[in-house]
């Protein structure tokens, strides 16, 4: 179907050319020697603590880029971005977890890693996998790395490596990846630079560290319009849009054709509080805009999908993440992440997991939009009925479109009468969400890791450990 424009051509370009003129005029802050002699070589000029990057390197950056991103999970499955399909995957680095049976929460440990990577294995529209909590029982200059290491064993599905920082980082989890497969194949890492428009030493060290190895990178900015970028949706995108290029111009320098996946995280300031919103429409807004500004570029984007500031699975929980995945996927959506999320990307729940994954399969359904060719009109059968012919149900007309997908058959939903749903206790879509989980966790079997494998990567995290973690 026809993706869903809310910017012109022009509306694009000239968020393009704001762009040009935030990183030639206005600069990015960076202090990174080794990457900026990179830089300084390719024509940039420093001014203090700023780099200023001349319009022709930008856009030669873009046209270098690799546009083609693929990952395999050790299943054998591909996943490749930019293919025309749309693909979902999980919310990364949650701190806590919420209980949807008793209303609670609690922070998340290393168990949780491993539960919740074999529920998503189990899920059919979470296409790609990714680390979905930071452990708080593992040393936090070991939580990234451990996440991946745990989360490894319990999918065959595409697994995306966690959100890095570190240069040491980096080459570590790469190291994990070549235990299952060739980690250009295998693995793809992200990291986010600092808004406004800043990118720390060691965050330039670990771009430098992916570009050398050749992984599939994501600039994952995060600005928040108001606090910390224009409160404009249009401003904060170009800020954005200057904060992943800066990062794509560095691992292009590094390694021309490096494949770069387009991702956007802008979210909105709650003006009465201040907090980051996660939920509004405007956010929506945002990953739509995001969306046409990357495909401009002709990259695969990836933008914020199942996002909510919800602390329950509740109306708000359902009206948000409805909003904020079905507007970026009618705008063409390549990858919508956030399978899972609650509390704006704090909080994960292994309920509203599943209740994602159908949320998901009506998003496809939605995207995949309905035919009005003749056989579809079925004016034919429309005459046959009325001539006396049986009813609809009994035509093949009808067999081939419910066959088809014409009318979706929900898992939860609640489609049946006041009585029956009597009957049937007053169970609603969380209840049996709740209880689908359980099942998963219980009976969901996951082909484990040969043992060499396994000590592989327990030798590789003995080895992160002594370098990385301080004597205390």
């Not at 720390?200 to 910390?228: N, Q």
């Not at 939009?369 to 049986?390: H, T, W, Y």
């Not at 998963?440 to 990385?468: F, G, N, Y």
Request: some cysteine.
């Amino acid at each position: 179907m026809a993706q869903l424009k809310f910017l012109s051509d022009d509306e694009v370009k000239g968020m393009h050319n704001a762009t040009l003129r935030i990183l030639n005029e206005v600069g990015y802050v960076w202090t990174h020697k080794p990457s900026l002699e990179i830089l300084t070589g390719a024509g940039c000029k420093i001014k203090g603590n700023r780099v200023y990057f001349p319009p022709e390197l930008v856009e030669d950056s873009i046209k270098k880029a690799g546009k083609k991103v693929s990952i395999r999970g050790r299943g054998g499955v591909t996943k490749n971005l930019g293919d025309g399909n749309l693909y979902f995957h999980n919310l990364g680095g949650a701190r806590d977890i919420y209980d949807a049976k008793t209303g609670g929460h609690r922070i998340a440990q290393m168990q949780d890693v491993r539960d919740a990577t074999r529920l998503l294995d189990a899920l059919e529209n979470c296409h790609t996998i990714t680390p979905f909590f930071t452990p708080q029982d593992v040393p936090g200059e070991l939580m990234s790395l451990a996440m991946y290491r745990h989360a490894l064993p319990f999918t065959t599905k595409p697994l995306q490596g966690p959100g890095v920082q570190f240069g040491p980082e980096t080459k570590y989890a790469v190291r994990m990846a070549e235990v299952i497969g060739d980690p250009k194949e295998v693995l793809t890492l992200a990291l986010s630079p600092v808004s406004p428009l800043t990118i720390p030493d060691h965050e330039a060290e670990a771009v430098i560290e992916i570009a050398k190895a050749g992984i599939s990178f994501g600039a994952l900015p995060c600005p928040t319009a108001g606090a910390t970028s224009p409160m404009t949706i249009s401003g904060s995108i170009a800020q954005q849009n200057a904060e992943t290029l800066a990062v794509v111009i560095l691992a292009q320098l590094v390694n021309p054709g490096l494949p770069i996946v387009y991702c956007g995280r802008l979210a909105m300031m709650e003006p009465r509080t201040g907090a980051s919103v996660w939920g509004g429409v405007e956010l929506a807004l945002a990953s739509a805009g995001t969306v046409q500004l990357g495909h401009s570029y002709g990259f695969a984007v990836n933008v914020y999908g199942f996002s909510t500031n919800a602390h329950t699975i509740d109306a708000q929980d359902g009206f948000e993440r409805g909003l904020n995945a079905a507007i970026p996927a009618l705008a063409g959506a390549d990858e919508l992440s956030g399978i899972g999320e609650m509390e704006a990307g704090v909080m994960g729940s292994y309920a509203q997991m599943v209740l994602d994954n159908e949320l998901a399969y009506s998003v496809l359904r939605l995207r995949k939009g309905f035919s009005a060719d003749e056989e579809a009109l079925g004016v034919d059968m429309i005459a046959r009925i009325m001539d006396g012919s049986r009813n609809f149900l009994g035509q093949k007309h009808t067999m081939k479109y419910l066959k088809a997908g014409e009318v979706q058959l929900t898992k939860f939903a609640e489609r049946s009468s006041w009585e029956a749903w009597e009957r049937n206790g007053k169970q609603g879509m969380v209840d049996h969400a709740i209880d689908a989980a359980e099942k998963i966790l219980r009976e969901h079997e996951v082909t484990p890791l040969e043992p060499q494998q396994e000590k592989e990567l327990d030798d590789i995290m003995s080895a992160a450990e002594k370098e990385l973690v301080k004597k205390r």
